[in-house]
């Protein structure tokens, strides 16, 4: 037994106390170089955010001196020294109010303020993140205090990820969308508090020597430290709950259209489900399948059967051509897809609105209506009284002795168009 416990002592290649919380004080300050490394650090982890790339984010993560005041605040609690936890939180401010300017000045003068899917993954916390900045802060500690420091400080660093929030947090005021402010600056919250503890237990179990006596003291500060683990934790609990709800609608969502759509051998080339509206909505479109009215009613009470409650199915199947719609979704991931390609198809769409896409109706006008000389067709906007306009056909011939109730009664049963109106060409005299 006494074997096992040596083989998992932390003193054990332990560097000498003095030594550390001299290494871990000096690190502690921002100033000179060190407030400038942070201000380009910020800088580098906000056009990674800005232009959705992992590997510059990584990079700034790596190069950003952050840890060192919350490191020296988990020693300082570990210790009682109060001086040095006056210090490492006046730090800590000077470094967050530095993060939140520089990044906040970069998206307000970036021409680009689309939300990226990097960016979002930093504005809703929950447990998982407490648990990585409480292990990484563990990770962390443990390499500072060992004689040979080996390479956990560049993992730890990118492991808790206190850049990125805090850019996210500035995203947030420079846009003005203070739920993003709140949710990044939230969980570079609990990413500096539990790093902060997993030092204040480690330093605990090392034994540093304290620098106050007073056991009263040192009750309320493990009462202070309890009640703030304990406030810090439960909103991430109901934010990993509410995660996990929309994993598990969304899965069911899935299966409902696998289910009801995919196994019946109907094609769908859209699928958007939307958990966060009243009522939540999947939206679905087909390549060649229509549905009728009743049809839709009948897939939206199967809904509820299936678990899916307060939801509604719409399915896309009118004339609006959706590509635009289909592009906007596929260039939140694939910077490829520019503005110009989706301003293109959104020109095309509404084109397409006044096309006529039936190249036999000339043909077939000609052999029921041989006494037309001259067709013209399409479709216009008609403006009445109100300022709303809706589409109208309209047919432009010439020739004699054209039966006018029957060709427009024709034209509406064969293009299914309600209205159509016919204006006849004066006959040129030759």
Same mark, same amino acid.
């Given at each position: ?15 000498? $106390? ?30 990674? /955010? ?5 590997? @510059? ?22 210790? &009682? ?11 800590? +401010? ?14 307000? %003068? ?8 990097? /960016? ?10 407490? +648990? ?19 390479? #956990?400080? #560049?993992?730890? !660093?990118?492991?808790?990820? +206190? ?10 005021? !420079? ?6 402010? &709140?949710? !990044? ?8 508090? &539990?790093?902060? %503890?997993?030092? &204040? ?26 009640? /703030? ?17 929309? $994993?598990?609608?969304? =899965? ?37 399948? $229509? ?39 596929? *260039? ?5 897809? *520019?503005? =110009? ?28 209506? #041989? ?12 403006? #009445? ?10 047919? /432009?011939?010439?020739?004699?002795? @054209?039966?006018?109730?029957? +060709? =427009?009664?024709?034209?509406? =049963? ?17």
């Amino acid at each position: 037994m006494n074997s096992f416990f040596n083989f998992i002592n932390l003193q054990n290649g332990e560097e000498s $106390k003095s030594k550390v919380l001299e290494n871990v004080t000096s690190n502690i300050s921002f100033r000179g170089s060190n407030l400038w490394i942070l201000a380009c650090a910020i800088m580098i982890a906000s056009i990674g /955010l800005n232009v959705n790339s992992t590997a @510059v984010i990584i990079g700034a993560m790596l190069i950003s001196p952050l840890m060192g005041p919350i490191v020296g605040a988990g020693f300082a609690l570990g210790t &009682f020294n109060f001086p040095l936890l006056k210090k490492s939180f006046k730090n800590l +401010l000077i470094a967050t109010a530095v993060s939140l300017s520089v990044s906040a000045f970069y998206f307000y %003068i970036s021409p680009f303020k689309d939300v990226q899917s990097e /960016l979002l993954a930093r504005t809703s916390p929950n447990i998982y993140d407490v +648990l990585i900045a409480f292990f990484g802060g563990l990770v962390g500690v443990i390499a500072i205090t060992r004689v040979e420091k080996g390479n #956990p400080i #560049p993992g730890v !660093a990118i492991a808790t990820a +206190l850049m990125p929030p805090l850019c996210t947090a500035g995203f947030g005021i !420079a846009t003005l969308n203070f739920s993003y402010f &709140f949710g !990044a600056f939230y969980l570079y919250t609990i990413n500096c508090f &539990f790093i902060c %503890i997993a030092t &204040f237990f480690v330093v605990k179990y090392l034994k540093y020597p304290s620098a106050l006596i007073d056991s009263k003291y040192e009750k309320r500060i493990k009462y202070g430290i309890s009640a /703030l683990i304990i406030v810090m934790i439960v909103p991430s609990f109901y934010l990993a709950l509410n995660l996990y709800n929309e $994993k598990k609608y969304t =899965k069911t969502a899935e299966q409902f259209i696998e289910k009801e759509f995919d196994k019946k051998g109907y094609t769908v080339i859209y699928k958007k489900i939307n958990y966060n509206t009243n009522p939540r909505s999947i939206d679905v479109a087909f390549i060649n399948k $229509k549905f009728s009215d009743e049809e839709i009613t009948f897939y939206n009470k199967m809904l509820e059967e299936s678990g899916l409650k307060n939801t509604q199915l719409n399915i896309r199947q009118n004339s609006t051509d959706i590509k635009s719609e289909i592009l906007s979704e596929i *260039s939140k991931f694939d910077n490829n897809i *520019s503005e =110009k390609d989706i301003a293109i198809s959104k020109l095309r769409e509404e084109l397409d609105t006044y096309k006529v896409s039936d190249s036999t109706l000339s043909k077939e006008i000609s052999i029921l209506f #041989p006494k037309i000389n001259e067709i013209s067709y399409g479709k216009i906007e008609k403006y #009445p009284q109100t300022d709303s306009a809706r589409l109208q056909f309209v047919v /432009l011939y010439s020739g004699q002795d @054209v039966n006018d109730n029957q +060709l =427009k009664n024709w034209l509406q =049963k064969r293009l299914n168009e309600k209205d159509v109106q016919l204006v006849k060409k004066a006959e040129s005299n030759k």
